[in-house]
């Protein structure tokens, strides 16, 4: 209690004597935050976190036991609440929540720029998807198509639905759950292309799409889509675009025009009568060829909800009604459709962000969320924004900084608190606001995050910052971590929807067998998942499905993952996307590159080798803030393209590549021996990456073909 009453009474000495004497409050701050490790030394730091637990042992000498929660290590989570249907989650909360806030959308004021956010209650939300899924009935565009060869389910109400993120999207959702249709999300920025593979893979008969470019992609492609005849679009379409449609012979309507259809002559729900009935085909984006479409049923994303629900409750961290969602991460993934869920059950706010992730910050600074979901890139800028804003500080205020944060990760370290009474008052309350002001909690997935970045935002935000992992295929399930466990680069235990065990690697000397420096058994090899919340297989695709999900039914992720002692897994690896070298050296380039894009000058890397060459090359975009930290030093131009012919900037690039390459202990055979500095970003619109942010690897062979044969060319003089 004396150190609580001392902080207090230094806390208000602080912020008084900042007024007029900045210098005394930094002395006061040292004082106090020295005699608050001083009184806090004898708590002992907490004890370390049990992930999982065996719950059965192995069946063979190359396989590891089964790993489930320590949570719940009886059983699996194999639903919610007894639903058949997501239907059914929906209706649970419209019923219970009809008067309160739902969705919020941000209005338009007369300049064009983004107002406040109007909000539909869940009663409202209620009536529009009743009245909407009526329309499509009305319409006939739910059409049920068979095909007799899949072995799950043999027919289908195939809906697709195309966009960012917005009211509409929510609302065909739950319409087609209504109705027991299958929905089909659609990534709006993979263009005709896929488009067209899905729509005739499908046979598809109705998709829904936010905007008129989309709809005239799709109208350039219907004579190809033979099945495609009709279009909804949630914006009013233009009539030249109508008129368009109408000659193609195409019925293209607006979503007003369906929602008054419906409610003109409004239809019964007929929603699934078994949760193993098909939620949805959620194609993944895939890093080579066309997607695969993996199946989902009700079962498993309510399963996904359950075990989500559980781990953020055992965290004392529970969703409820007055929790606040910025939405933005797309519907067409599964992770923001499983969060879509999780927070439909629990009758949560979502606000919609208003369409332009450049102006992201301003739909979170007028929506304030309470929870915070995001991937290591968008939690990267964030980093470099605030880093950069303390730098910039006068000596005070960036001499308070950096000791904040140097005294606040000590205390994360040794507590897993992210939170400090004072230096939160002094520093942190600041930079918490960079998300608002009122998150509970971040999480973070799709990639791995550097424990810099990890513990500089967890300190900033002032909150726990969650890794997760899950793929499509695990429904976004497969491992999470605790909020007060202080460590980073784990990604938690199974959670409870999925139990877990490792594969033995021999030509990669991966065993199940493997011991930690100190002899403890630290299992290492291909991290496999089975479950509730698993994928059934890929629709239309037998040989796929063969590949991904083994006789038992585990899915194989692709990844290595060591266990620790407390039964957490971190990922150190990959099975997949592994080749040799010339001398017979197996490499793993997503580990390496990895590594790279730690490194202050490196944005994102491609790192490429093949077997009939000894050694590794590497394309390298750099990071603007590298970009500027060596124009201002060497006093050149801040241009990007003449910087990556710069050799200056090169051999610095290089020297921080080969340092984290030293410090993450690459062996001799992973450091890149020759780089090509690239200008331009890869991003989701240049093919380069995939929606969830995975580099493509044979498009990027493919594009860099040039530059790769050059730097192979000087490797063999």
């Known amino acids: 209690m004396a150190d609580v009453m001392f902080q207090l009474v230094l806390a208000v000495l602080c912020v008084f004597t900042f007024q007029y004497a900045p210098l005394l409050t930094a002395v006061f701050a040292v004082l106090g935050s020295l005699l608050f490790l001083m009184l806090s030394a004898d708590s002992g730091k907490p004890p370390e976190h049990l992930y999982s637990v065996e719950a059965l042992a192995a069946k063979n000498k190359n396989e590891s036991g089964v790993y489930r929660c320590a949570w719940e290590g009886s059983r699996l989570h194999d639903g919610y609440k007894g639903f058949t249907s997501c239907w059914f989650n929906f209706e649970n909360t419209a019923k219970y929540n009809a008067s309160k806030p739902a969705f919020g959308t941000r209005g338009k004021k007369a ?17 529009d998807v009743g009245a909407f899924a009526s329309g499509l009935v009305k319409l006939g565009a739910l059409e049920e198509k068979s095909f ?104 293209l309507l607006s979503f007003s025009e369906v929602i008054e259809a419906g409610k003109k002559s409004p239809s019964p729900p007929t929603p ?27 079962k498993q994303m309510l399963a996904a909800v359950s075990a989500l ?54 739909d979170i600074q007028t929506c304030k969320p309470t929870v915070f979901f995001s991937v290591p890139r968008l939690y990267s800028r964030i980093y470099d924004k605030i880093a950069a804003g303390a730098n910039k500080g006068g000596f005070v205020k960036k001499t308070l900084f950096n000791l904040g944060l140097r005294i606040k990760k000590e205390h994360l370290r040794a507590t897993g608190s992210a939170k400090h009474f004072l230096w939160d008052l002094l520093v942190f309350g600041k930079t918490k606001n960079a998300l608002g002001g009122r998150v509970r909690y971040c999480l973070t997935g799709a990639a791995p995050m550097s424990k810099e970045v990890q513990e500089f935002l967890r300190c900033c935000f002032c909150c726990p910052l969650f890794e997760g992992y899950g793929m499509t295929e695990t429904i976004a399930c497969g491992g999470m971590t605790f909020s007060l466990d202080p460590n980073c680069g784990i990604v938690g235990g199974p959670v409870p929807s999925v139990e877990a065990k490792v594969l033995g690697i021999p030509e990669m000397n991966y065993t199940p067998h493997d011991k930690d420096d100190e002899g403890r058994p630290m299992p290492r090899g291909e991290l496999c998942l089975r479950g509730p919340s698993v994928f059934s297989g890929y629709f239309q695709n037998e040989e796929k499905t063969k590949e991904a999900l083994d006789d038992e039914g585990w899915f194989h992720t692709g990844d290595v993952v060591k266990v620790h002692p407390n039964g957490a897994f971190q990922i150190i690896d990959r099975a997949k996307n592994i080749f040799k070298l010339a001398h017979g050296e197996y490499i793993a380039p997503e580990k390496i590159e990895n590594v790279y894009v730690q490194a202050f000058s490196v944005a994102q890397a491609f790192v490429y080798g093949t077997s009939t060459e000894r050694f590794l090359v590497a394309i390298v975009v750099p990071s603007d803030e590298g970009v500027k930290a060596f124009a201002d ?29 030293k410090a993450n202990k690459l062996n001799g055979m992973e450091f890149a021996k020759e780089v090509t500095l690239w200008p331009e970003p890869f991003t989701v619109e240049n093919d380069l990456l995939t929606p969830s942010f995975k580099l493509k690897r044979f498009q990027a062979k493919t594009v860099f073909e040039k530059e790769i044969a050059e730097m192979y060319a000087k490797l063999n003089k």
């Open 111 to 127: 300049d064009g720029s983004s107002g406040a956010y109007e909000w539909k209650t869940w009663g409202e939300v209620s009536e």
């Open 633 to 661: 030093k060497t006093g050149k131009s801040r241009d990007m393209k003449a910087l990556c012919k710069d050799e200056d900037f090169k051999k610095e690039v290089v020297e921080e590549m080969n340092a984290a390459g």
């Open 148 to 251: 007799p060869n899949e072995k799950l389910q043999k027919a289908y109400k195939f809906l697709g639905v195309t966009g960012k993120n917005r009211y509409e999207y929510y609302v065909t959702m739950q319409a087609s759950y209504r109705q027991g249709g299958c929905l089909v999300p659609l990534y709006d920025t993979l263009g005709p292309d896929t488009f067209e593979y899905i729509i005739n893979q499908t046979s598809m008969k109705t998709v829904v799409v936010a905007e008129s470019p989309l709809a005239k992609q799709l109208l350039n492609i219907h004579k190809k889509c033979k099945s495609l005849k009709i279009i909804v679009q949630m914006d009013e379409p233009p009539a030249d675009l109508k008129k368009e449609a109408k000659d193609a012979g195409i019925q």
């Open 309 to 362: 629900k559980f781990i953020t409750e055992k965290n004392n961290l529970p969703f409820g009604p007055d929790d606040m969602h910025i939405s933005y991460l797309p519907y067409a993934h599964i992770f923001e459709r499983a969060v879509c869920e999780v927070l439909t059950a629990a009758g949560s706010m979502t606000a919609f962000f208003a369409g332009d992730t450049a102006k992201l910050v301003d």
């Open 272 to 298: 699934a009568k078994s949760s193993d009935e098909m939620n949805t085909i959620c194609y993944t984006s895939g890093t080579t060829g066309n997607p695969k479409g993996a199946f989902v049923t009700h």
